[in-house]
């Protein structure tokens, strides 16, 4: 019962955050040139910053940048928001596994509710670990992810980062093109998108009831 709960939580958290992006990709994409002329930091300046805050969104805080990602598309086009999202979300997740790796719960729990981090400990999987961390993705918020793979599993960074990239993508580039597609289609995306998390969570509660083994690695 708990877990249903918890899946569901999620799920309404997803559906809330891909209405945020539709409702952003509404109106940025409706005032697009009188958002380019207020907006002065749309060239290089800008792009650092919406990096910056993608990562700072990542490490210190358990929210979506998702709908920023509307705005970024009509600043920068599709290709470019979508990269730098990716850049932004890898990089963030990079520094939540260092510090988790390094420091453990004490320095952890100054960014992040330590009991959120601990719930996610059993459902790290022991195998296939890469691809689980793929799915993982598509199951999880970005941060508590990145803390609790640094915390309970002995995986190599480098594998971690792979993973991450891998994971991230897809959904980096289905929503920066999406901003410019009709609503309907953008609603099509979401559906797309909540199919994804969906899958990702059935892998998640299947790795729960595997049997222990050695975690290997590609």
Do not use: C
């Not at 209405?19 to 040139?33: D, E, P, W």
């Not at 990716?86 to 790796?101: D, H, Q, V």
């Not at 993973?163 to 999406?178: M, Q, R, S």
């Not at 099509?188 to 059935?202: D, H, K, N």
């Amino acid at each position: 019962m708990i877990k249903d709960k918890e899946t569901i939580k999620n799920i309404m958290a997803i559906i809330i955050i891909i209405a945020l992006f539709i409702i952003v990709s509404y109106f940025t994409k409706s005032y697009s040139g009188i958002i380019k002329e207020v907006i002065i930091l749309d060239g290089i300046l800008g792009m650092l910053l919406y990096v910056f805050i993608t990562v700072v969104a990542v490490v210190f805080a358990p929210v979506s940048t998702l709908p920023f990602l509307a705005l970024a598309s009509v600043l920068w086009g599709g290709f470019i928001s979508a990269v730098l999202s990716i850049i932004g979300w890898s990089i963030g997740s990079a520094i939540a596994f260092k510090l988790a790796r390094k420091y453990g719960r004490p320095l952890v729990s100054k960014f992040i509710n330590i009991n959120k981090i601990e719930r996610f400990e059993n459902i790290v999987p022991p195998k296939n670990i890469f691809w689980s961390i793929v799915f993982l993705r598509l199951a999880l918020p970005v941060d508590l992810l990145s803390y609790a793979l640094g915390l309970f599993t002995k995986i190599p960074f480098r594998v971690f980062m792979y993973a991450t990239v891998l994971g991230l993508t897809p959904f980096a580039f289905l929503f920066a093109y999406a901003v410019n597609l009709p609503v309907s289609y953008q609603v099509v995306a979401g559906i797309l998108a909540l199919i994804m998390f969906s899958v990702g969570i059935r892998h998640t509660l299947k790795s729960l009831h595997q049997n222990k083994a050695p975690q290997d690695y590609p």
